[in-house]
């Protein structure tokens, strides 16, 4: 496809002798007399290139640079001007202009000149077309690079609930407490307004909390009575045997912190390590109110389940001691239907983290 110029000046003569020369090269030509002709035809056409006289009889060549800037900014100008005025021309460089020509000139200068700012149009389109290309490229193996980071978490979470499965099996009499509890705790650090990928954290330390019981003998995990002491030693272990299991996976690291400290009391009465207060990471204090939650209006062998109203009242009682007021302080403000429905809802099926999650959302949306 021929290129396309505009040839911009107000003598008629030099006018139609550069549009010959132009025409004979095969170059589709068009031809304005002035500054506002030449804006019409910038109007209506796109160009290659477009050759100016500097001083014209209605403007200068430097305001149609300036119109061709903001309409056809990939189209280069070669002014065309006497001596006396190169230093205007030099100047219209710096502000964009590509080339200038000197009056009189030779046809193979202004063929030499209009190849030249050809070649440099060229280049500035294929620099364009290969920044797009490569944009979509980057944009494509972005969306294949998040796709993958989400095949990963999402297998790891299966790891991780074959995990808590395994635990169910062992210890039956706090089965589905690990989904249960985890659902709980989305929907309380969502009430809280704890960024998703903090919640993402915290509900994998809720669904492991108990992890380290795998460590526990069975004489123990199953004893249908009351622990002794040293039995009871041997139970509080599982914080630290849990932390043990899951700090040496650098994905689990953060995890293995609330896995660690789940059993902390908010006033130092707790175990292990006798955590106060902030020294408890976030979603160990989250968790800590939603497992006291489950405990509460679950059914044991010893006792039967109360409601979440009394569950409530007991939590309120604990506020400041084994619990985070500020974290109690939300929980309260949350009814006691939420909780009811919730727990229904993730007892009917069975959920990965990201579809309790979504899950939590559906019944904090409708509910709260």
Known sequence: MASRILIVDDEQQLRSMVAATLTRQNFEVRMASGEAEAIKWLDRESFDLVLSDLILHDGYGTDLLDKLRATQPQTPLVLVTAVQDIGTA??????????YLLKPFERDQLLTTVERALEHRSSIHETMVYRENLEEIVRARTKQLRQAITDIERSYDITLEALGDALDLKDSETEGHSRRVTAYTIALARAMNVEIEQIKIIARGAFLHDIGKMAIPDSILRKPGKLNTSEQTLMREH??????????????????????????????????????????????????????????????????????????????????????????????????????????????????????????????????
């Not at 030099?90 to 080339?99: E, F, K, N």
């Not at 727990?343 to 999650?357: C, G, M, N, V, Y």
């Open 239 to 368: 914080c630290e045997r849990g932390y043990d299991i899951l700090h040496k996976i650098p994905y689990l690291k953060d995890v293995a912190e609330i896995v660690y400290s789940h059993q902390e009391h908010y006033d130092g009465t707790g175990y292990p390590r006798r955590l106060v207060g902030d020294q408890i990471p976030l979603g160990a204090r989250i968790f800590a109110v939603a497992d006291t939650l489950d405990a509460i209006t679950s059914d044991r062998p010893y006792r039967r389940a109360s409601s979440f109203d009394i569950a409530r009242e007991e939590i309120l009682r604990c506020s400041g001691t084994q619990f985070d007021p500020t974290v109690v302080e939300v929980f309260i403000k949350v009814p006691s239907r939420l909780w009811v429905d919730l727990r229904r809802e993730i007892e009917s099926k069975t959920r990965l983290f990201s579809e309790i999650d979504a899950e939590v959302q559906k019944y904090v949306t409708v509910q709260s």
């Open 90 to 99: 030099i100047a219209s460089m710096r502000r964009g202009a590509y080339d």
